[in-house]
């Protein structure tokens, strides 16, 4: 049986958190390739500074920090379902999946400033003053932005599933993959927020 | 946590509907996989009759169809070309292969995500029928070439119709939602192959023992996994473009048709070998199993697969060379394309080796990988012409292009899948193919198909664009030999076609009336010949351990036989 102990398994690695791994892997992938198509751009028209100056770096921050306590709130879910706390995991995760309510609430708040001020994808304001490129870093902003809200629905949808299945103690390793999953959303917000919000 | 293997947990599903339709068991998903990809393989021949058709006689009536307008004509060489790369060649060498062979050939009982794997056949359906859908919509499918450049994708047709709902549900829309569904059911079934290869495998099965063929689909997973992220991006943002009126494409306001060029071929270079790597594992297997001995230099081929994969993304801009690129970029690229062929180079030099000196079978399965090979052949080195951009700014777009495209895809997704259905129908039906059929067939498609776009590589080399259905319009490009090379090549064609049906015939005539097939009719040593044929539910009675790597024939070691089951220990000389 010398053969026998050749054989190396990745026990390490169980397959549920491999495939998020790779799922993870995937989404970046096609966020960064939005990423560069939107640098690429945004290093072509120096003008896009003037409607860079329109979105609201406040409101940007506050969803960074609703996120970021998201993905907190999680982390002590997890630990809560190594032990097998029934109860802790509800209490984090439900702040989590609030969390995730919170952002989307500021997102839909931004999103109706910006668009009663005229700065749609096809803006005719901005057409008129004869800015006939800055509608298209508003195509950017809202495709990015959409996409990553998207992102976030899932991510409720999924905690709110997996929390119904951990209150009764059922399957609580899924505790750790939707939590994975939450960090991806929240670490494609701290690439977005910089490029959309910060670089004025 | 959870269990890395369930031996077993599983029972047998019992109704027609869940054993055969709402099945999650991995050998009914591929053959789910195979046949889709089959019948959409029909649509996109009958598309191809037609045009080729009315390339050859243009303005008579077709058999069959009937007049075809210039609109249709680009309606069809486009759906042609998306059909057959997309809807053809995924499903039946990625998702088909992958899905039969990977588990079983591992040594396990089913895929790591089993429920998974049934969702991605589900909505791999789906976009087949959107895609269907499409042709019914008025204005008819997308016409704007099977890469979908912009402008003739995106804004021609919101510039008249902007309505949201007409915008959404015209041909284009509808085409760049079912590539999106697509890539969506590839990446499910990525990931699930990716994580069954790593997790699953059998005690023993160590990576260097993994036959080629598992090792090629994985290392396609990979590279379509990183590949596919852009273009999707780029669809969406097309069809945001489509449907809204955004003008991501449109250079009146600031965007830039060359992006979507860049977004599509990032993933479209990479793809090619995509589909040729899985192609290359079978026709691995195949010809170790057809010359008696081991495949030379099995971990070279690993290395030289993963090398072409990583330089397969550092390539792309060679479909570009007219596109206004900057001459230096051009080398670049040129030299990337032109490096990209040395791994292909060992991979079949090792194939060759192979067979040298083998004790060679020309069983049908053997015939078409050897046929593989020499099609192939012509097409990668019609490929260094292309990739030197010097020479491909002058034949770019024209016939050349079109039957070297030809010579490389027509081998890897119909003379590979064809190989590997020879091969392992018995295994996964039980059934045993009629062999002169086999051959007939294989004979009638191998000249048939030569015949149909040898020649057109000389009506490129005279100038003939691909795109322009009419060249009674252009008498001083049409000139005689041509004029007759186009007969010659929808001829040919036709009698491609036509030969399908002795593979259909023999197909549904061996499933009902041929001999029962034995458990390894190929004195094959990897795991899926060493259990029933069908496999049982489960695949194995007793699981397997594995002792020796997959092709081991005519060792040394071995006195009456010339090979041992992988799950069986060779014998040692000494003991």
């Not at chain 1, 100056?53 to 306590?69: D, E, I, Q, R, Y």
């Not at chain 1, 870093?137 to 949808?157: C, D, Q, R």
């Not at chain 2, 100038?463 to 008498?475: E, V």
């Not at chain 2, 089951?565 to 000494?574: A, D, G, H, S």
């Amino acid at each position: 049986m010398s053969q026998y102990s050749q054989f190396i398994p990745l026990k390490s690695v169980p397959q549920g958190r491999l495939a998020i791994w790779l799922l993870i892997a995937g989404e970046f992938v096609i966020f960064g390739g939005l990423i560069i198509c939107y640098l690429l751009y945004r290093m072509r028209y120096p003008e896009w500074a003037e409607q860079t100056k329109h979105t609201n770096t406040f409101l940007g921050a506050l969803n960074m920090l609703v996120l970021l306590t998201g993905s907190y709130t999680g982390v002590r879910a997890h630990a809560a379902a190594l032990n097998k706390q029934l109860n802790k995991i509800v209490l984090w995760m439900s702040i989590s999946i609030i969390c995730g309510f919170l952002f989307l609430i500021n997102k839909s708040l931004e999103y109706a400033h910006e668009i009663s001020n005229g700065l749609t994808f096809n803006s005719q304001k901005l057409q008129d003053a004869g800015d006939s490129v800055g509608s298209l870093f508003w195509s950017f902003y809202y495709i990015m932005t959409g996409l990553h809200a998207t992102h976030v629905i899932v991510g409720i949808i999924v905690f709110t599933v997996i929390l119904n299945q951990a209150r009764k103690g059922k399957n609580l390793h899924r505790v750790e993959l939707g939590v994975m999953y939450w960090h991806m959303v929240d670490i494609i917000w701290i690439f977005l927020f910089p490029l959309l919000y910060i670089a004025k | 946590m959870e269990p890395s293997t369930s031996t077993h947990a599983h029972h047998p599903p019992q109704s027609f509907l869940s054993k055969y339709v709402f099945s999650s068991d991995h050998k009914v998903v591929g053959i789910q996989y195979t046949l889709t990809g089959l019948a959409m393989a029909a649509v996109g021949g009958f598309l191809a009759y037609v045009f080729r058709y009315n390339l050859a006689y243009p303005g008579s009536p077709i058999p069959l169809f009937g007049e075809l307008s210039a609109q249709q004509y680009n309606e069809f060489v486009t759906c042609h070309g998306l059909i057959m790369v997309l809807w053809v060649a995924m499903p039946v060498i990625i998702s088909g292969l992958g899905n039969l062979l990977i588990p079983i050939q591992i040594g396990t009982d089913d895929m790591a995500f089993p429920t998974l794997n049934m969702m991605s056949y589900w909505v791999f359906l789906l976009s087949c029928i959107i895609l269907l859908a499409s042709f019914f919509v008025p204005g008819g499918s997308a016409a704007g070439g099977w890469t979908m450049y912009p402008p003739l994708s995106a804004n021609a047709y919101h510039n008249t119709n902007p309505d949201f709902w007409t915008a959404l549900f015209s041909g284009n829309s509808l085409v760049i939602i079912a590539l999106a569904l697509e890539f969506v059911s590839m990446l499910m079934g990525g990931i699930n192959f990716i994580v069954t290869t790593i997790n699953k495998r059998a005690p023993g099965m160590t990576p260097m023992r993994v036959p080629v063929v598992v090792w090629m689909l994985n290392i396609a997973s990979v590279m379509f996994m990183f590949a596919v992220g852009p273009v999707f991006a780029g669809a969406v943002l097309l069809l945001l473009d489509n449907v809204i009126g955004t003008g991501f494409y449109d250079p009146a306001r600031g965007g830039d048709p060359i992006l979507f060029e860049h977004l599509f071929w990032f993933f479209g270079h990479p793809e090619v070998y995509v589909l040729l790597l899985p192609s290359l594992g079978v026709i691995a297997e195949i010809i170790s199993v057809f010359s008696r001995k081991p495949i030379f230099a099995y971990k070279t081929i690993i290395y030289l697969s993963l090398v072409s994969a990583v330089l397969s993304v550092m390539v792309w801009a060679h479909h570009q060379f007219v596109s206004g690129i900057d001459p230096r970029m051009a080398t670049f690229f040129s030299v990337g394309t032109i490096i990209i062929s040395i791994p292909f180079a060992g991979i079949f030099l090792s194939y060759m080796a192979t067979l040298w000196g083998g004790s060679i079978r020309f069983t049908v399965p053997m015939l078409w990988a050897i046929g593989f090979i020499g099609v192939f052949l012509i097409g990668g080195l019609t490929g260094l012409f292309l990739g030197s951009n010097t020479f491909d700014i002058y034949v770019h777009g024209t016939y050349f292009v079109i039957a070297h495209f030809h010579y490389t895809l027509f081998p890897i997704v119909f003379l590979g899948f064809f190989a590997a259905f020879y091969f392992w129908f018995p295994k996964f039906t039980g059934k045993t193919l009629n062999v002169t059929l086999g051959k007939l067939h294989f004979w009638l498609t191998f000249f048939s198909f030569n015949g149909t776009f040898f020649v057109l590589f000389f009506n490129g080399l005279a100038g003939q664009h691909r795109r322009i259905n009419d060249y009674t319009l252009f008498p001083s490009i049409m000139q005689e030999p041509y004029i007759t090379f186009q007969k010659v090549a929808t001829i040919s064609a036709i009698i491609l076609i036509l030969s399908q049906f002795i593979f259909l015939f023999n197909f549904i005539y061996s499933l009902i009336k041929g001999k029962k097939a034995v458990n390894n009719p190929w004195n094959s040593s990897t795991l899926e010949w060493q259990t029933d044929s069908p496999p049982p539910h489960g695949n194995f009675h007793t699981y397997p351990v594995v002792y020796h790597g997959a092709y081991d024939y005519s060792m040394p070691e071995m006195k009456e036989v010339d090979f041992v089951p992988q799950n069986l220990p060779l014998e040692k000389k000494t003991i």
